[in-house]
């Protein structure tokens, strides 16, 4: 007899973070983002350097605070999180690619 075992659906750390507390933690980026240039030019912004940005500050703001309850992070995420090199890491780029696209959602 065949059998097939089930478990609960935990999610991914991405899905756990409060978006809200995230935007009003990173406030101050949002509101300096795209005046780094003398002239406030549109079209001297860098995309993929905005881009970039957002994705430190999103980590800065992970390293920083309690934003990922600690049921949602297991100890080596906590590691990589906490690692200098940690924007290096893929698993970490990939917390940081998933959080951006849900703040575009």
Request: charged letters at 30%; zero cysteines.
């Amino acid at each position: 007899m065949k059998f097939i075992k089930y478990g609960k659906y935990t999610g991914e750390p991405a899905d756990a973070i409060d978006l809200e507390e995230l935007v009003r933690r990173l406030g101050n980026f949002f509101l300096q983002s795209g005046f780094e240039s003398q002239f406030y030019g549109v079209s001297q912004m860098d995309p993929e350097r905005s881009m970039e940005a957002l994705r430190e500050a999103i980590l800065r703001a992970l390293q920083e605070g309690d934003l990922l309850p600690d049921s949602a992070m297991s100890d080596e995420l906590r590691e990589m999180l906490n690692d200098p090199e940690a924007m290096n890491n893929e698993a970490v780029r990939d917390l940081l690619d998933k959080l951006t696209e849900r703040l575009a959602n």
